[in-house]
């Protein structure tokens, strides 16, 4: 009759291990953040297939002592909390007993520790899910070393539940970087597979964020600095030039532990609206000291997720000393929010035109050729135009048709207005942009530059699905300074990067540029990788297709730069390349090509 059983501690562990061990990053989490509470000085961290085999952590901190050494495997065993109003003056990163035990629960785990008041032997301990297998003593160093090898060795659901190896060693980066942010003071290793990831200094806060983003981060910090009685708030924002499409580059810490608030997160975006465009992520690295007192912890079992008594005062204390940090840093620019101008850039670009397309769209269709329309070519099969819905029938003046003005006749009818035959067909080209042309219905204006994008584009789209672009060997090969999603994110990519002209090699663990796009110049190869880096990274990776298009559209923008069509024939062959794309009236921006002044525009203006 009686049906409930009360479950083992171990199932207990392993539920609880649900909770707060869902991959091998939380594994380092827990495990950086034991040796952060010991105090260590100096952590290593070594890293097997993602965490799937191994991830062995070693410290120099306080370390344990015999006794404790058996204990630590327990639930609830802590030696951070001893009553209730510990849990309301928390300074450490652990307090629930949890961690270790849950661990032990799901892997093989064995434990060197050696306290710092032992003299001679340390304490060396196996579990294996859960069952302690030795308890011995061992030679070892002062602190403690923790290896949990074959993770979810008996939880075989969670263990396939993992993604693959790129996205687990992700997480567990991820974790890693937020710690050693949060520790500036304290010196870290990360090596994967026996490579070394970082090797990080003990220094200050800025160098370790430099440290961990790359060096070039450091120019773009500007510092924020607060004291109130409530908070004080310290460390860096990027400065508005340097935010970008993805939103990598963003965390608070409370009392040096890293947590993720939306309506703080708001504060900061709101302090740099009108500085940047819009869908554009300012990067900030921003440190509260608050009484412990004042916030909860214990509201989420990985404890990223905190609760502020004083969250609106916050907020607005946050917000005014971002908005002064900008200001005293001087930092007012005037930002067109154009979405070309996020990689507005010097240009890079061959002065020749590219290769001739072949062209497709017949010659008399030129609204630039005061000739070529009064011939009949009779062959009506530019693609441009029918799918404007003008060409289905053999027409010589369908691209003037386009571009006509439908008046209402005196009887209400619709028709088109007749041209004179000797009409002026001029051309102008404006600030060398704007090409204006005088067409039947007024005023034809092509923006130059967008019209090459779109017929470089073209170009470039249909080549590259079957060769590759060309690409100009560098005789000095860029290094680049990434961190380490970055640099992941080229390796993914590398095929379609190469596929555009981009060759890289990645062998010293970094990204090391060999050959560039023809289309961009050296000297503009900086601002050019950077938007492809920015394309390429970020929380959400875009296919392929989406990828191809966003990368294609970055470098024909950087090509198109210093366009300038020259002699009547350039603009001549010009046109016809712009009409012979299937799409002439957007950039690849979806930005309009080309307008019409019409003559009733005109007429009201006089
Ligand atoms: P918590 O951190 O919440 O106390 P854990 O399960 O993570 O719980 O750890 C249990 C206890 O084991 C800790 O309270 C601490 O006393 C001890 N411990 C764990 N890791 C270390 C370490 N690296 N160095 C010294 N002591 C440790
Ligand atoms: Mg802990």
């Keep these: 009759m009686d049906i409930i059983n009360l479950l083992s501690e171990q199932i207990s562990n ?169 520790h500036a003071e304290t010196s870290f290793t990360l090596t994967n597979n026996g490579n070394e990831v970082y090797n990080l200094k ?73 500085l940047i465009p819009d869908k554009s992520h300012p990067a900030y690295f921003i440190f509260f000291t608050i009484d412990t007192t004042k916030i909860d912890v214990n509201i989420h079992p990985t404890k990223t997720e905190i609760n502020f008594e004083e969250g609106k005062f916050i907020y607005t204390i946050l917000l005014s000393s971002i908005k002064q940090a900008l200001g005293k840093y001087n930092i007012a620019p005037s930002l067109d929010f154009d979405v070309e101008t996020s990689f507005d850039v010097p240009i890079s670009h061959k002065n020749e035109l590219p290769i001739e397309p072949e062209i497709k769209v017949d010659p008399s269709y030129n609204p630039f050729s005061k000739f070529e329309t009064k011939k009949t070519t009779g062959t009506g099969t530019n693609k441009a135009l029918h799918k404007q819905g003008f060409g289905q029938k053999s027409d010589s003046k369908e691209w003037e048709n386009f571009y006509a003005i439908r008046e209402e006749s005196k009887e209400g009818q619709t028709k088109l207005i007749e041209v004179e035959d000797d009409y002026i067909t001029n051309k102008y080209l404006v600030k060398n942009r704007y090409l204006l042309s005088n067409v039947k219905s007024g005023i034809l204006i092509i923006d130059t530059h967008r019209a090459q994008q779109r017929i470089l584009y073209t170009e470039m789209m249909s080549t590259f699905v079957t060769k590759p672009l060309s690409a100009q060997k560098l005789m000095f090969p860029i290094d680049l300074e990434l961190n380490q999603d970055e640099i992941d994110a080229w390796i993914e990519s590398k095929s379609l990067l190469s596929q555009l002209g981009f060759h890289f090699k990645n062998d010293s663990g970094g990204i090391k540029i060999e050959s560039l796009p023809s289309c961009i110049s050296e000297k503009n190869h900086n601002i050019c990788i950077d938007n492809i880096t920015n394309s390429l990274s970020g929380p959400e990776r875009p296919n392929r297709g989406e990828l191809a298009h966003t990368l294609v559209s970055k470098l024909v923008y950087v090509a198109s730069q210093n366009f300038q069509v020259k002699s009547d024939y350039e603009i001549e062959s010009f046109v016809n390349q712009l009409f012979s794309c299937e799409e002439h009236s957007f950039c690849p921006f979806g930005k309009p090509i080309m307008q019409t002044l019409t003559i009733e525009e005109l007429t009201t203006k006089f």
């Design 202 to 274: 003990a220094g200050n806060p800025r160098k370790r964020i430099t440290d961990v983003m790359g060096k070039k981060s450091n120019e773009s910090l500007v510092p924020i600095e607060e004291k109130t009685d409530i908070v004080e708030i310290s460390g860096f924002v990027g400065k508005p030039e340097s935010a970008k499409k993805s939103r990598g580059m963003q965390y608070f810490f409370v009392n040096n532990r890293f947590f993720k608030h939306s309506y703080f997160h708001h504060a900061v975006s709101k302090a740099f609206e009108q």
């Design 14 to 182: 392993q539920i609880a291990a649900g909770e707060v061990i869902q991959r091998p990053g939380s594994v380092v989490k827990e495990l950086l953040e034991n040796a952060i509470d010991a105090g260590a000085k100096s952590i290593k961290v070594h890293i097997k297939d993602a965490g799937r085999t191994s991830i062995l952590v070693q410290d120099n901190g306080i370390g344990m002592s015999p006794k404790d050494a058996a204990l630590c495997f327990t639930r609830h065993a802590t030696s951070k909390l001893k009553n209730v109003d510990d849990l309301f003056h928390l300074q450490t990163k652990g307090f629930r007993g949890e961690a270790l035990a849950s661990i032990a629960s799901i892997a093989h785990v064995t434990l060197k520790t050696k306290h710092k008041n032992q003299e001679d032997t340390g304490t060396l301990i196996e579990m294996n899910g859960g069952t302690p297998m030795r308890n011995e003593e061992c030679i070892c160093e002062q602190g403690t070393s923790i290896e949990v090898k074959n993770i979810f060795f008996n939880v075989p659901a969670r263990r396939t539940f993992l993604k693959s190896d790129n996205a687990e060693f992700t997480h567990i980066r991820n974790e890693f970087e937020r710690i050693c942010l949060a």
